[in-house]
Structures are given as C-alpha cells and as structure tokens.
C-alpha cells in the first residue's frame, strides 16, 4: 500500500497541480465534467465506485475529483493498494496511519468545541472503530482507494462491506477498481448512497475528445480524422492517448481512412508500438528496461540500467505523456500505466529474456538493500531467482511475525518451492509460526514433516532452533503430552538472548506457562508467564501481547481472583490493536473477557463481545479458549430462555472439534449436554449422553475449562 503525503486540508482554487497525489495531472487531461456533476450531486453519495479495465481514466478522474473537494476544504486521504494489503495486520496498520493523518489534518482547522476525544477502540469491532476515528474528525473527509481489485481477502472485503453501510454523514469513499468488489455495492446502489462509474462512462464522448486532441500543437486533425479515432477507440481513453502520441507516424495517420483493422482492444499493441518508434534510441531502452518495474524511481532506474540521469529522465517522460506519473510531492516515485508497461516488458523480454532477468536481479537487489522486502522478493521471483526470494524472506520473516504480519508470510511462502525453504532451518521456523498461528493446517503439513526430520537428525543445534516452534503446533494439534516434552528441552531462563530468538522464548515461557495452569500450578504459571513477557519486551514482539494477557487473566481466574482477571482482560481490551488483529493473540483475549464477563453474570456484555468477534475466535482460538467463550453462550441462551440457540452454539463448536481433529473438546461439549440435560431435568438422557462420552486419556484433560468444573455452577461474583 502506498499512502499519498498530499494529504492535507485546501481551501485554493481547483486547478491541475493539486488534483493529483505529489503532482500534476497528466499533459491534457481533459476535465471531466459531466462525470464530476454525477458526483457532486445533492447529497453527495457516501461511496462513488469507478470499475472499469485498465485504461480507462479511473485514476485520473479520482484525481480531478480530488481537486474539487480539496477546493472545499475537505480532509483527502489517497491510498493505492497492492497484492500484500490482503495480510490484515498490514492493511489495517496502514488505516491507522491514514486516520492519525487524517486526524492532524482536522486539528489543524479545529473548531472551537475542543481537542478530538479519545475513541474506546477496543469496545467496538474494526469497522466500528474507523467509523468512530472519523466521527471524531470537524470536516468532511475524503479517502480514496486506487487499485481496489488487488483485495481478494474475505475477511478484508467483509470489513469493507460493513464500513461503508455505516460510513458516518461527514465521510465519503472514492473506490477505483478494475472489478467489482464484493463489498455490497448493489445494496448501497439502490438505497441512494452510492454511485457506480462503469467503463462506459469514463469512455470519452465525441466533444471530450474533440477538446482532449486540440491541445496538441501542429496536429492538425480534421473532423473526420477525429470521429474515425472516436469510432474506432469506442472513446477508451487510453486508446485516444495512444493516438495522440502517435499520430505523427504516417503509418498511423494512414490507417485512420481503415476504421475496421483494429478493435478497439487490438489497437493497444500496435499503437504503443507506434508510439516507441516515435522515440528516439536512447529513450526506447529506458522505458523497456524500467517498465518491468512495478514502481520506478531515480536511483532504482540508476541501479537496474546503469544511467546517472534518470531523474531528469523521468521527468521528461511524464511532461511528454509517455504513460507515466508521480506518486508523491517531490517526484521521487513514479508509476508507468499498466497497458503502456505491459506491452513495453513483453517486448523486452520477447527480444532479450537474459536483460530481463538482469534488471530483475538489480532491482531485488536494490529494494533489498532499501529493506522494502516486498517489492523484493517479487523481482527476485520474476527474474528466476528462487533462492535469493528465499533469502530476502528469511531474513524479512524474523520482524514480520514479531508484528503479526502472517499472511505476508504465508503469501510469499505460497511462492517459494518446499525444498528452497527446508534449505534454510530459520526459514522452516519461521514459516511454521505463522502457519501455526494462522492454522493453516493442510499447509502446515510438509513444513512440520521437516521439523520433525531436524528433530530426529541428531544435530543439537537444528533441535534447539525448531523446538519451541514443534511445542506450539503440538498444542495446536492438542497434543500436550508430547508438547509438554518438547518445551521442556528448552532453556527459557535465558536472558541473554535477543531479537527473534527472544520472541521465542518468550513463547516457550507462555507455553510453559499454560502447561502450569493445567498443572495446577498457578505459582509456577506466573513465573513463567513473567518471564515470558520480558522475553517479548526484549524481543519488540508486539504479536504476543494478547496471548500474554489472557493467560495471565486465565490463571487468575482460575485462582477465583475474578475481579482482577476480569480487569486485566478489560485493559486488554481497550488496546486498539484487538479491533484490528485477527491472530490467535486477540482471538484468546476476547474469548477469555467474554467468559469473564459470563462469571460476573454481565450477560449482555458477553453476549455482545462474542457476536463481534465470533469469527476471530472461530477461526484463530486455541481449543480451550475456544471452549471457554461458545460454552459460556450457550449458557447464557439457556439463561435468557434461548434452549435452541444454546444448543445451535454446542453443535457449532462441536463440528469445529471434528474438523480440527479435538477430541478433547469434543468430550467438553458432550459433558456440557450432560449438564444441560441434569438442569432441565432429564436425568435419563443425561446418562444416555454420559455413556456415550469417550473417557479414553488421549488428548489429555481440559486446561482451562476443566471437564469435572463443567458440572459446578458458576461463582458468585
């Protein structure tokens, strides 16, 4: 994701120099009139959506759409989204930084009511929570999504579908997609709070392009010239781009009296084909060696062609309309158009594959050496080099599941063959946590099948480096005895260590300290669970908070100190990383607050708390967490005389248990129908259900939801 610094609030008057993110609008842009007036409607809409291919103007309309709200003192915030904002910590770290901007902005013309109040991030799920930080803000405010098709994350498109029904009044969305996201748009479409642009309204009519040709000088174009480029490139503006550039080649100006050779999508190749040859040598060879990057700037086109003057290069090519742009205020980062670069990286590839795979290799190792990992290991990866992806990864990975960024992890593993990465032992860790803490078990399978071959190698050090991450997916699987065995071969009293190998002991010390709560031990628990705190304060892991609170708040509760518990879990909670995380950490958290809230007999809290939350904690808690939140509902429906919906929660769970392989929490539900049952009165069927229960020890018994426990009625608070 990159994130526009031309985000602040404007009073000037709408002109071309501001209507773009860090610079001006591309050399005769035409303004869009008709367009903007469907927009700029009373009442505006809350969502405009422009979906239309590539080429088709979407950029540059969000751009001059931009001016005229920045002219109205409106807050602009411009975000363009890539393939990694699918990873949810990432994406939604990015929204932070936008509001605080967006926030600063608002300050900067506050009215006279006061400082912006501080928002209870915690008590709300994420879309609550930007909805809440935009409320706060005294101006309208404007933030634009480029390149939205890149979203392909369920649970991304989920948040964004549930945000935009609640946009508050002061808040507009200006979404740019070459698809249409299933965000519900057709649902925002017919209550009148959105707008849809489609490829046929950005065309351009016959009198925009009349006006988007008259600017260039000496053209000379007759109006007949002018309705067969019309005719032909059905106004699809990047076509009439390419006409415009082209059209001093006579071939080109020849072809205008054959209106049926080319189609409209046929046109592109032979007009940017066109278009080169207009260029003289030297400008051919740097736009086909730096079109094969996804973003250019000078010392990246320096270090990929060998040039020290590509700067003044670019500039050029963006006042000559060559199909490129700026991205921010000082013309640092530029972006070529896809179509343009497209046909530009075939051609070299096409006339010279060994020259591709060169600029690939310098520009990985330019982005490497910049740590920008992620445009990285995708030139490491185009240009054939899987081992020098797989290196740029394992060094990168140590910071990524520090700060719970999993699924970038996940994503470039996906890329990278298996035996690239058994190559690297710190690498196969690495790749574990985040599968581990992502549950991705089918994937988890060939990468634990490694861990256990360094496991029996024989080599101390290869079990030393991949013990801890063996424990964790053995408590994943619910295997504890063999979990409880493995953790224990490791040192986590040493505190020497630092970096990633202090977030492991950090999680080895968490483990150990789960083991304690199981143990009985609540004293032993509390030592480890210290011990793995300072692990990951040492570590800068902000991953582990989460997990460290609802432990420690677990092992009070069980201790009967509900009070305290129940505090800890609500400081937890107010943490603004819980909206935004979906990881086990945050998953273990609530699940642990909405059974705390249950002992307290604050119902409706509880109640609410998991309804928020419930696909965090279905798709990223721990067995016994897991247990702790859907069997306190389901006693809660019973409470409020919902027997049906409490049974609905117990058989959810209980299919949860099958696919996951539990048998243990399979056992805790059917003690918990035993329970039901005696409580209704139905001694008969509480013996049939009681029968059937599996009491073979395999598995282990419950750690914090013990079996026997289940039978007890619920503490006084």
């Not at 670069?341 to 600029?359: K, M, Y």
Request: aromatic share 8%.
């Amino acid at each position: 994701m990159a994130i526009s610094d031309q985000t602040e609030a404007t009073t000037e008057t709408p002109s071309a120099a501001s209507a773009r993110p860090g610079g001006i609008l591309p050399t005769g842009a035409v303004v869009r009139s008709d367009l903007l007036a469907r927009v700029f409607t009373d009442p505006v809409p809350r969502v405009v959506l422009l979906q239309a291919p590539a080429g088709h103007g979407k950029t540059t309309f969000m751009q001059q759409a931009r001016t005229h709200w920045q002219a109205q003192g409106a807050a602009i915030g411009w975000v363009s989204l890539d393939e990694g904002d699918n990873d949810t910590s990432r994406l939604f770290g990015h929204l932070q930084s936008l509001l605080k901007r967006l926030e600063a902005q608002s300050t900067s013309t506050q009215t006279a009511s006061g400082a912006i109040p501080k928002v209870q991030a915690g008590r709300a799920p994420r879309s609550d929570w930007v909805v809440d930080r935009l409320e706060q803000l005294d101006c309208r405010v404007v933030v634009f999504l480029d390149e939205f098709q890149v979203l392909t994350n369920r649970s991304i498109l989920d948040f964004f579908r549930t945000l935009l029904e609640r946009l508050p009044d002061n808040a507009i969305f200006v979404i740019g997609s070459r698809t249409v996201p299933e965000i519900g748009m057709a649902r925002l479409t017919v209550n009148g709070h959105a707008v849809v642009l489609r490829a046929q309204d950005l065309r351009f009519s016959l009198s925009e392009a009349e006006v988007f040709f008259a600017g260039v000088e000496g053209l000379d174009l007759s109006r007949k010239e002018l309705e067969s480029i019309h005719e032909r490139s059905e106004g699809w503006p990047a076509a009439l781009q390419l006409y415009r550039l082209s059209l001093a080649s006579p071939s080109v100006r020849e072809s205008l009296t054959n209106i049926a050779t080319f189609r409209p999508r046929d046109l592109a190749d032979y007009l940017a084909d066109n278009v080169l040859d207009l260029q003289d040598a030297e400008v051919q060879q740097f736009l086909r060696e730096t079109a094969l990057l996804k973003r250019v700037c000078a010392p990246l086109c320096d270090a990929v062609t060998g040039r020290k003057d590509s700067q003044s290069m670019l500039q050029f090519l963006e006042r000559a309309g060559l199909f490129l742009r700026s991205l921010d205020a000082d013309d640092y980062w530029f972006k070529y158009h896809t179509l343009f670069s497209g046909f530009l990286a075939r051609q070299l590839s096409e006339q010279n594959p060994e020259r591709t795979s060169h600029i690939h290799a310098r520009a990985a190792q330019w982005f490497a050496e910049q740590a920008d990992y992620d445009p990285a290991i995708y030139h490491a990866l185009a240009g054939g080099d899987v081992g020098l992806a797989a290196e740029i990864l394992d060094h990168w990975a140590s910071r990524l599941i520090m700060d719970g960024n999993l699924m970038t992890v996940e994503r470039w593993y996906d890329s990278l063959p298996i035996g690239e990465i058994e190559k690297r032992p710190d690498l196969v860790v690495k790749v574990a946590y985040a599968l581990a803490f992502l549950r991705r078990r089918q994937k988890l399978e060939p990468i634990q099948a490694i861990l256990e071959r360094f496991a029996g190698s024989g080599d101390a050090d290869l079990v030393a480096r991949s013990s801890v991450v063996r424990s964790m997916i053995l408590i994943i699987q619910d295997d504890i005895a063999g979990a409880s065995e493995v953790v224990r071969t490791v040192d986590v009293r040493d505190d020497t260590a630092t970096g990633f190998r202090a977030f492991e002991l950090g999680a080895g010390a968490n483990l150990e300290g789960f083991l304690a709560i199981a143990a009985g031990e609540p004293e032993a628990a509390h030592e480890y669970l210290s011990l793995g705190r300072a692990h990951s304060e040492r570590a800068g892991a902000a991953f582990s908070w989460g997990y460290a609170v609802s432990t420690a708040g677990a092992n009070l509760l069980i201790q009967g100190y509900l009070q305290e518990a129940l505090e800890k879990f609500r400081l937890g909670m107010t943490d603004p990383g819980i909206s935004l995380d979906e990881s086990v950490t945050s998953a273990v958290l609530v699940a642990c607050y909405v059974h705390a809230l249950y002992e307290v007999d604050a119902l409706d809290e509880a109640r609410a708390q998991f309804e928020q939350y419930q696909s965090v904690i279905r798709n990223a808690a721990l067995l016994d967490y897991m247990a702790l939140s859907y069997i306190a509902l389901a006693r809660i429906h019973d409470a409020q005389g919902e027997a049906a919906l409490a049974q609905e929660r117990l058989d959810e769970l209980e299919s949860i248990a099958y696919s996951s392989n539990w048998p243990r929490l399979v056992r805790n539900i059917n003690w918990e129908r035993v329970r039901r049952a005696l409580a209704q009165g139905e001694l008969d069927r509480a013996k049939s259900i009681a029968s059937r229960i599996d009491t073979d020890p395999v598995g282990g018994r419950s750690l914090v939801v013990p079996e026997d426990s289940l039978m007890r009625p619920r503490p006084a608070s």
